[in-house]
């Protein structure tokens, strides 16, 4: 266990989304409550900084303000706001709290390091339980409590029918298992955190519309050609020879943004060695500069794999095995399509946003970081790849390139989804580094958020 308790209690919520599988914009809102409840701990301990809910109405005298009493009160901070996101985990958290020394029943008297910690936490919490996720299941004509946590309660209904896509610029939802798709949470209705401004201000604009009927053969050049289809008159920079994507999704299954982008943040703090509170400071922006993300990215449009001939024979990448492509038999798409909007991408969106908010922090783009897909690990091709493929990212601008053309990899987005997503994103994340600075400075930014 790192003996950083910010670095502890990042990792801590990143098991908590693995368990409970958790959907990326859910994922994105409870990392920055997270963060958020853990900055405001460390800020009423600190000499200049503002807090992010509490401001400096509760800063702790001079003599307070030592390494151990904020390591105490970001700990409670963090165990009150993850016991609140995932109640499910209670007993990982209060195990975590032991480890680190302390007993989360006891957080001390008024004014000490750990009930400071716990304020700070209800208060985020206070705020972040109106802001229209739904999280407690209590938002609606017929709330539910818990057992409908982030359900939509505002009486959505999709433009398109499930087999019959009348507008391809709306969402159409796709068939499961379990029936047909739902949004992942409530469309629309969140309250925009602070980094966006009024409502609406931070999603993406000037998007090309796609007209009513278009099919494969008949698309707008903002439509990638289909690797592999029908109507493909040429090769996708994305795919070999044979229209396979040249990078197999490794068998531990794709990483959710907010959750992608926490695990960035991460080791770019073991990198620099980063204290407790410098890990704080970064992740109080860069979770927060996601979170406008997933409303802002769930805006419309259907996913390239609805947006063909009613035969729907034009989804990018290879079948999967034994579902051959022909008239009226659909192609397998090589990753599951998520139940979400495809304009804009969320990783697109994520990551511009989290990398525009760390080339901030850090001064620099460097990142340096990078991965080793296993030989034999594609849940697609058995025995792909035949060797070890290595990724790198030299910079977090690179880390943005390859997260974005990954979704166009595997044909979840469209180009222009992608694209834009990148612009939006890094629009959210210098919006949520310019509020960060004006925090650090002892300023707290006028606004609801």
């Known amino acids: 266990m790192s003996d950083n308790p910010a670095l502890a209690w990042n990792?801590?919520?990143?098991?908590?989304?693995?368990?409970?599988?958790?959907?990326?914009?859910?994922?994105?809102?409870?990392?920055?409550?997270?963060?958020?409840?853990?900055?405001?701990?460390?800020?009423?301990h600190d000499d200049v900084a503002a807090g992010y809910r509490l401001g400096d109405l509760v800063r702790?005298?001079?003599?307070?303000?030592?390494?151990?009493?904020?390591?105490e009160a970001v700990s409670f901070a963090a165990h009150r706001a993850l016991s609140d996101l995932f109640p499910t985990e209670a007993t990982r958290f209060a195990k975590l709290m032991g480890d680190?020394?302390?007993?989360?029943?006891?957080?001390?008297?008024?004014?000490?390091?750990?009930?400071?910690?716990?304020?700070?936490?209800?208060?985020?919490?206070a705020f972040r339980h109106g802001d229209g996720a739904n999280q407690l299941g209590d938002m609606g004509p017929e709330p539910r409590g818990l057992a409908a946590a982030y359900a939509d309660w505002t009486g959505y209904r999709p433009a398109n029918d499930l087999m019959r896509l009348a507008d391809p610029n709306r969402w159409q939802p796709l068939p499961t298992p379990d029936g047909p798709q739902r949004f992942l949470?409530?469309?629309?209705?969140?309250?925009?955190?602070?980094?966006?401004g009024p409502a609406g201000s931070c999603g993406p604009r000037g998007r090309a519309a796609i007209p009513a009927g278009a099919s494969c053969s008949r698309r707008p050049s903002c439509w990638p050609t289909a690797p592999g289809s029908p109507t493909s008159t040429r090769r996708s920079p994305s795919?070999?020879?044979?229209?396979?994507?040249?990078?197999?999704r490794p068998a531990t299954g794709a990483c959710s943004p907010g959750r992608c982008r926490s695990g960035t943040?991460?080791?770019?703090?073991?990198?620099?060695?980063?204290?407790?509170?410098?890990?704080?400071?970064?992740?109080?922006?860069?979770?927060?500069a996601g979170t406008p993300s997933g409303p802002t990215t769930r805006r419309g449009r259907s996913r390239p794999s609805a947006s063909c001939s009613p035969a729907r024979r034009c989804r990018p990448g290879r079948p999967r095995t034994g579902h051959a492509a022909g008239p009226g038999r659909p192609v397998a798409a090589v990753s599951r399509h998520p139940a979400l909007a495809e304009y804009p991408s969320g990783h697109s969106t994520f990551s511009a946003a989290a990398a525009t908010v760390l080339a901030g922090y850090t001064g620099w783009d460097r990142f340096g970081a990078g991965a080793t897909v296993p030989a034999g690990s594609s849940q697609i091709d058995p025995g792909?790849?035949?060797?070890?493929?290595?990724?790198?990212?030299?910079?977090?601008?690179?880390?943005?390139?390859?997260?974005g053309r990954s979704r166009r990899y595997g044909g979840i987005h469209f180009?222009?989804?992608?694209?834009?997503?990148?612009?939006?994103?890094?629009?959210?994340?210098?919006?949520?580094?310019?509020?960060?600075?004006l925090l650090f400075a002892g300023r707290r930014p006028a606004g609801p958020g």
Not at 60 to 71: D, L, M, S
Not at 265 to 288: D, I, K, L, N
Request: positive net charge.
């Open 11 to 44: 990792q801590a919520a990143l098991e908590a989304v693995r368990q409970t599988r958790t959907g990326p914009p859910i994922v994105a809102r409870a990392l920055h409550v997270l963060h958020a409840a853990m900055y405001d701990a460390w800020a009423v």
């Open 60 to 71: 702790r005298p001079a003599a307070g303000r030592t390494p151990e009493a904020k390591r």
């Open 100 to 125: 680190l020394g302390f007993d989360p029943d006891a957080p001390g008297p008024d004014g000490s390091p750990g009930a400071t910690g716990v304020q700070a936490a209800r208060a985020v919490l």
């Open 185 to 196: 949470a409530p469309p629309g209705g969140w309250s925009c955190p602070s980094p966006c």
């Open 239 to 248: 795919t070999g020879p044979t229209g396979r994507p040249r990078r197999p």
């Open 265 to 288: 943040a991460t080791g770019w703090t073991r990198t620099c060695g980063c204290s407790s509170p410098s890990a704080g400071r970064c992740w109080t922006r860069a979770s927060p």
């Open 384 to 403: 792909v790849p035949a060797a070890d493929v290595v990724l790198s990212w030299p910079t977090f601008s690179a880390a943005v390139e390859q997260a």
């Open 415 to 437: 180009r222009d989804g992608d694209l834009s997503g990148r612009v939006l994103g890094a629009a959210v994340g210098a919006r949520a580094w310019e509020l960060a600075r």
